[in-house]
C-alpha cells in the first residue's frame, strides 16, 4: 500500500537523520485496511462527538502553548503528514488520548501534574505515537478481519464485496467502537513508548523524561488511584517500561537540546486562574448519561426472564442458551457474542460504550500467540501451571489491565468442565469511579491448538447474587465445537 511505503519512507529519514540512528529500534505498523485519508475522516468524526461531550480549554495561554508544543514533536513523527492537532480538555484526571488521523487530546490535569515541558512532551510524543502507527483503525481492522473473514486479505475489501469505511465501522461498532480507538495492548503501548522516545530525541528533548514521569504515575497509582484509573485503564504498562525506554535512550545516544517552545510555568499559571476542573465522572454525572465507567447511577438492569432461547455462532463454533429477553450484540460472523439486559450496556461522556451487566463469550489467543504446555507466564501464573491455567492467568491480567480497580477475590478459583472438556473459572471484583461494586466470573476452556474460549458473567455487586443462578445455567448450556474454525 502506499500508505506502507509512505511510512517506510518516513521512518528511513527519521533513522538517518541520527547519529546513532542504525542501532535504534524499527517500529512498523500493523494491519490496517483504512487509508490515511479514511484514518483523517474517522478521526474528524469522533472528533466532533468527543468535543461536544467534554469541556475543553479555551485559554489562549494554555492551549497556544500545547499546540506549539505538539507541532514540534509531531515535526518529526513518522509515517504519512497527518494534519495533527492539540487540543486540552478541561478535566482533573491525569490522562492523555489520541484519536485517528491526528487528534491529540491532552486533559488539564496531566499539564498541572508535569513538572517540565520533557515530561509534557513525553507524554505527548507517545500519543502521536500511536496515530503514525495507526493503532486505532489497525485495531478497528482486526476486528473487522475477525468478522469479516480472511476474504478481506484476498482482495473482497473495497472491491464488489461493497466495502467501506462505513461498512467497516458499522461491523464493529456499537459495543467496543470507541473502546478500540481509546484503548491500546501492551504491545501498541511499548511500540508507542520506543517511537515515542525517538520522536522526543529528535525534537530536543531527553526521552527519559518519559520514562521518569511513567515512573512516578506508577508509584502515585497505588495512593491516589481515582485520578489515575482512567490513564492506566487506557495505557496498560508494558512489563520493564521504564528500563524499555532507557534501553532505547541508550541506542539513542546523545540528545541535542532545541530548547523548549515556551514557559510550562505560565500555562499552568493560566489554569490556576480557572476554576477548579471537574473529574470525568462529575462531567457524566452532569449530563446524566448514565454510564458504567464514569459517572451517574446506573439505570436498573431488567430482571432475566425464566424462559430461554438459544444463541448460535454462525461458524458453529458454539451455541448457548440466554434469558428470551436479554439482547445479543454481534455480527452475521463474528466469533463472539455479548448477551445482555436492558440497562446492561451504557454510554459514558466520551461516547464509549460500557457494559454494566451481561454475559460475553469469544475465543482467546493466549500470550500473542506463544501458546503451549511448555510457555509459562512471566509474571507467575495466578492458578497453577497447566497450560489452561497459564492462559487463564494472561487473559485475567490482560482484563485487568484494562480495569486497573478489578482484582482477584482471593479462594474464587474453581475448577470444573465446559462442553466435556476441563475449565477453570475465577472472580474479580473492583468499585470503578460511579462509586458500585462491580464482580465478574471468568470461565475458559481449552481448545485443541491451545486458544481458549472464554465467559465472562459481569455484574453490580449488589445484584450478582441474582445473576449467579442466571450466569451458572448459561455456562451449564455453553456447547463448544473444537473442530469449527475459530480465526
Known sequence: MHVDRLFRTGLLSLLLAAGSAQAQTVVRPGFNLFTVQQDIDV????????????PMVSQPAVTQYVSRLGAKLAGYAPGAKYPYQFKVVNLSDINAFALPGGF????????????TEGE?????????????????????SKAYLAQAGVGILGGLFGSKSGSSTGSILGAVGGIGLNSLFLKNSRSAEEQADIVGAQIMAKA????????????????????????????????????????RIRREAALIGRVRSTGPVGNIEVARAALKRMPPAPTMAQVTAGGGTTTAAGGTAQAPVERPSTQFRVFRQPQGFFEISYPDNWRTYTSSSGLGVTIAPTGGIVQDASGRQQIVSAVMVNHY??????????????????FGRSSLDEATSDLVRQIMSANA???????????????????????????????????????????????????????????????????DRMIRSLVVSDQAAHY
Open 43 to 54: 478521526g474528524k468524526q469522533s472528533a466532533v462527538q468527543v468535543e461536544g461531550k467534554l
Open 104 to 115: 491529540i487530546y491532552v486533559h488539564r490535569g496531566l499539564i498541572e501534574r508535569t513538572k
Open 405 to 471: 480497580y478489578l482484582k482477584p477475590v482471593p479462594g474464587s478459583a474453581r475448577r470444573g468442565t465446559i462442553s466435556g472438556q476441563p475449565s477453570l473459572s475465577a472472580q474479580l471484583s473492583g468499585t470503578p469511579a460511579t462509586g458500585i461494586e462491580e464482580k465478574m466470573t471468568v470461565f475458559t476452556r481449552e481448545l485443541q491448538d491451545g486458544h481458549v474460549v472464554y465467559v465472562i458473567a459481569l455484574g453490580p455487586g449488589r445484584d450478582y447474587g441474582e445473576l449467579q443462578a442466571i450466569f
Open 204 to 243: 530536543g528533548y531527553d526521552p527519559m523524561d518519559m520514562a521518569r514521569f511513567f515512573d512516578v504515575l506508577r508509584q502515585e497509582a497505588g495512593g491516589n488511584p481515582g485520578k489515575l484509573a482512567q490513564f492506566f485503564s487506557d495505557h496498560p504498562a508494558p512489563a520493564n517500561r521504564a528500563s
Open 365 to 382: 489467543v493466549p500470550f500473542d500467540g506463544e501458546v503451549g504446555s511448555g510457555y509459562r507466564d512471566p509474571q507467575g501464573s495466578l
Open 120 to 140: 509534557l512532551a513525553g507524554v505527548m510524543a507517545h500519543e502521536i505515537s500511536h496515530v503514525a502507527l495507526r493503532h486505532q483503525t489497525n485495531q478497528v
